[in-house]
């Protein structure tokens, strides 16, 4: 099988994939109660919910140059932030070729002639980082939710158990990344946290005022579904999840659905802004500032 067929191959099954997944949630979803949220969904709430999701995308652009510096990478912020735009956009719009990471890979190897290798290292530790973060938040908001709360000891001690692991194997075998890891790992919460925020406003947007941290909690959740390459953007795999969520907590469904759908949109509005590098010739990538030497 040639690539190309592959590549076919992929994007129909994500296509698939997605539109069983929609197809299955709104079998389970009260599509009137659907169409209440938004036709009563407050637009300027949904603004600030979009201008604290581009914040996210920055601090989370900013996380991966510095994965591109522990490299000693040096790229300009330009670069680096048209470089993660166009990883979103191909990540939503191109999803049956490689992917907004491996558009990212290959870019950054072929310009900068660096290793594969390195190149990857960086942008999975980045991803990982977003991992780390999430799971976190997770763990810290289930001590709030008394379904979860038996498991709350052991899933506390098994972050912390990871944690420590994964600091281990970056010190071990990738020292190179282990040297900003407060740093990265500070910006990783900083994403999540503004993502939490956005959906603070997205619920505001559409008539919640109270009880919030169960519906956050089932946001990241289906955040998770979201890092698996199954959809088309996500878009299927985060709505299964969120309405599993929902029923153990019983939350409104059509309610869960809404702010994932919300979520989807505003992502895919910055996504699709990212089209305009398309067409536009790009200037210098690396920065003038001398080589980061890796901290001991």
């Known amino acids: 099988m040639n690539?190309?067929?592959?590549?076919?191959?992929?994007?129909f099954l994500k296509i698939a994939f997605t539109v069983a997944a929609l197809w299955l949630v709104y079998t389970k979803v009260d599509l009137q109660a659907l169409l209440v949220f938004w036709k009563k969904a407050n637009v300027w709430w949904l603004v600030v919910a979009f201008l604290v999701f581009v914040v996210s995308q920055v601090i989370s652009s900013f996380r991966l140059l510095n994965f591109f510096k522990n490299i000693r990478l040096n790229l300009t912020l330009g670069y680096n932030v048209r470089l993660y735009l166009l990883g979103m956009f191909y990540n939503l719009f191109l999803p049956g070729g490689i992917g907004g990471d491996g558009y990212k890979i290959l870019k950054v190897k072929r310009e900068h002639n660096r290793p594969a290798k390195e190149v990857?290292?960086?942008?999975?530790?980045?991803?990982?980082?977003?991992l780390w973060a999430l799971g976190g938040l997770l763990v810290l908001m289930g001590l709030t939710l008394p379904v979860f709360r038996e498991y709350a000891l052991y899933a506390t001690l098994a972050f912390f158990a990871g944690t420590a692991a994964y600091y281990w194997v970056l010190r071990r075998f990738f020292r190179d990344h282990s040297a900003r890891f407060i740093r990265t790992h500070l910006l990783a919460l900083g994403v999540q946290g503004c993502q939490?925020?956005?959906?603070?406003?997205?619920?505001?947007?559409?008539?919640v005022t109270e009880e919030y941290l169960p519906y956050m909690f089932s946001f990241l959740v289906s955040s998770l579904a979201t890092l698996f390459p199954f959809s088309v953007g996500g878009l299927g795999a985060r709505e299964v999840a969120i309405v599993w969520v929902a029923g153990q907590l019983g939350l409104n469904e059509a309610l869960c659905v809404s702010i994932s759908l919300c979520f989807y949109?505003?992502?895919?509005?910055?996504?699709?802004s990212a089209a305009i590098f398309l067409f536009q010739p790009e200037k210098k990538t690396t920065a003038t500032e001398p080589p980061v030497v890796t901290e001991p």
């Open 3 to 11: 690539s190309r067929l592959k590549s076919y191959l992929k994007l």
């Open 120 to 130: 990857f290292s960086a942008v999975f530790f980045d991803r990982l980082a977003g």
């Open 196 to 207: 939490l925020v956005a959906v603070i406003f997205i619920l505001r947007a559409l008539g």
């Open 265 to 272: 949109c505003l992502s895919a509005i910055l996504s699709l």
